[in-house]
């Protein structure tokens, strides 16, 4: 009897091994398969040359399509007139950068300057202590709820990221005006933000750990807010170690309208100077002598901006080509404000015609154009070209590895991750050909910090352009003033 319970058991087990070896192999990346994907790969004269080239080459130098390069030309039917190019650096504030871009023609056509910057580090500091003070106040409305919720970990992730949309650029503006950047100058932490944005997440999730172990003791939310304070003084300590204490006010000038550096009469005297001596004078030491400077005042960011700039910028509406929802819709990003009583990011959706209509409109009544796309496919950043399979990634795999808008966007494959200003068309029989693009790279990157971005890439991976409230048709202006639907901040589209 013992024996016949053995030999069952025996049989039980081995039965369930087997069991589980069957299901294991459900799926799995079994040894036959491999056997039979390496039996029928075959290495055949093109796959060894792309076997040989890969292996010493970077795959964007032997995937470059040298038809669109040779094709490539600078030639602009429509460019607006606008100086500088910024650059970024390690940062990810290319909002806040194209936000600048896009108001900066304005002062230069204003003061008649040859050149003007504002200051970006300004910025930044309030815009970090808004999103500490969005993320504390978060912690507080979120005190019941788990870490492991969705909402909470997108927070807790990156409580003090550099990104951005046009409504948050809009929104620090409107409270905490502009300065130039003579004003309040880069330090290295506002050029390469790593370190201090390591420094200020520890911190603000160290906040967070503080302000539920306090409604955990007391259940009290004015105790919770109570603290919040000390908190955010210390956020603010960080930053100033960092980017320096932004200026309540400030004294500049600038080079008078219409006026040049020197006189008539010392420009005739050195008409007759030696070369020596011109070429002595031509030599930048770094300083600048203006006989005609304007008078020395001191301002408040707030009226240099309403002195200089005066847009009313809430009149800008955001237009977007979303491909995964139906035409006519007006959404919202939720969670997407800076500002904890600001606005999310917000659009109409419409189709990618309308928005190149728009971008056409606005430049030839030379505007520049805020807009954001996918710039991680087919741009190459020493010809600053941005054009549809640059790259021939299908050529030199032998694979048809093909998606389509929608797809690349609901898949991952696709993400809206920077935002630049248009500055220039090219227009050929009234349709643009391409299209031209300042970019915060700086000068070093692209055509002198220029793009050139060709029709058949605004159509692939340009999402959606900021204009004016007067330049949209009475069809944007009916979807925007539908009640708003609002996505989850993880939707694909932002």
């Known amino acids: 009897m013992r024996d016949a319970m053995v030999r069952l058991m025996a049989v039980l087990l081995a039965w369930m091994v087997f069991s589980a070896g069957a299901a294991a192999q459900d799926g799995a990346l079994a040894p036959s398969q491999i056997e039979r994907i390496r039996s029928e790969f075959q290495m055949d004269a093109h796959t060894r040359a792309m076997r040989n080239a890969l292996t010493s080459t970077g795959i964007r130098d032997i995937a470059e399509n040298r038809e669109i390069l040779a094709a490539h030309n600078k030639q602009f039917s429509h460019k607006i007139k606008t100086k500088g190019i910024s650059n970024q650096k390690s940062s990810g504030r290319c909002w806040m950068f194209a936000g600048f871009n896009t108001i900066k023609p304005v002062v230069l056509n204003k003061l008649d300057l040859d050149d003007f910057e504002f200051s970006q580090i300004y910025l930044q500091f309030w815009d970090k202590m808004e999103k500490a003070n969005g993320f504390l106040e978060y912690m507080i409305e979120y005190r019941d709820r788990d870490l492991q919720d969705r909402d909470m970990v997108f927070l807790l992730k990156d409580p003090a990221s550099d990104g951005g949309y046009w409504e948050n650029f809009v929104d620090l503006v409107?409270?905490?005006?502009?300065?130039?950047?003579?004003?309040?100058?880069?330090?290295?932490?506002?050029?390469?933000?790593?370190?201090?944005?390591?420094?200020?997440?520890?911190?603000?999730?160290?906040?967070?750990?503080?302000?539920?172990?306090?409604?955990?003791?007391?259940?009290?939310?004015?105790?919770?807010?109570?603290?919040?304070?000390?908190?955010?003084?210390?956020?603010?300590?960080?930053?100033?170690?960092?980017?320096?204490?932004?200026?309540?006010?400030?004294?500049?000038?600038?080079?008078?309208?219409?006026?040049?550096?020197?006189?008539?009469?010392?420009?005739?005297?050195?008409d007759d100077d030696s070369a020596e001596d011109q070429a002595s004078e031509k030599k930048d030491d770094g300083y600048q002598v203006e006989q005609d400077w304007s008078a020395l005042r001191t301002f408040t960011p707030q009226s240099f901006y309403e002195e200089f700039v005066g847009l009313d910028l809430h009149q800008y509406v955001n237009v977007a080509n979303d491909p995964i929802r139906p035409q006519g819709g007006h959404y919202e990003i939720a969670m997407t404000k800076n500002l904890y009583d600001g606005?999310?990011?917000?659009?109409?959706?419409?189709?990618?015609?309308?928005?190149?209509?728009?971008?056409?409109?606005?430049?030839?009544?030379?505007?520049?154009?805020?807009?954001?796309?996918?710039?991680?496919?087919?741009?190459?950043?020493?010809?600053?070209?941005?054009?549809?399979?640059?790259?021939?990634?299908?050529?030199?795999?032998?694979?048809?590895?093909?998606?389509?808008?929608?797809?690349?966007?609901?898949?991952?494959?696709?993400?809206?991750?920077?935002?630049?200003?248009?500055?220039?068309?090219?227009?050929?029989?009234?349709?643009?050909?391409?299209?031209?693009?300042?970019?915060?790279?700086?000068?070093?990157?692209?055509?002198?910090?220029?793009?050139?971005?060709?029709?058949?890439?605004?159509e692939d991976n340009v999402y959606n352009i900021i204009v004016h409230r007067d330049d949209v048709s009475d069809e944007v202006r009916e979807i925007l003033a539908q009640p708003v639907v609002t996505l989850p901040v993880w939707d694909p589209m932002w």
């Open 174 to 270: 409107t409270k905490y005006g502009v300065i130039p950047r003579e004003a309040m100058a880069e330090t290295a932490s506002s050029e390469s933000t790593g370190m201090m944005n390591r420094a200020l997440a520890r911190l603000l999730r160290k906040s967070a750990a503080e302000l539920r172990e306090i409604y955990e003791e007391t259940g009290s939310v004015r105790k919770m807010r109570d603290a919040k304070p000390k908190m955010l003084a210390e956020v603010y300590r960080v930053l100033v170690l960092n980017l320096g204490e932004p200026p309540e006010e400030f004294s500049w000038r600038h080079k008078a309208k219409g006026k040049d550096a020197k006189g008539d009469e010392e420009k005739a005297e050195n």
């Open 343 to 458: 606005r999310n990011a917000s659009y109409a959706s419409v189709d990618i015609q309308m928005l190149k209509d728009l971008v056409v409109k606005v430049l030839l009544s030379n505007r520049p154009v805020y807009f954001a796309a996918d710039v991680s496919p087919d741009q190459d950043s020493r010809a600053g070209i941005m054009a549809r399979n640059l790259y021939d990634y299908e050529s030199v795999y032998a694979l048809d590895m093909g998606l389509n808008k929608t797809e690349r966007l609901l898949l991952r494959d696709s993400t809206i991750n920077h935002g630049m200003a248009f500055i220039g068309v090219d227009l050929v029989d009234g349709t643009p050909v391409k299209w031209l693009v300042e970019n915060s790279w700086g000068s070093d990157r692209g055509s002198g910090g220029l793009w050139t971005m060709y029709d058949d890439w605004f």
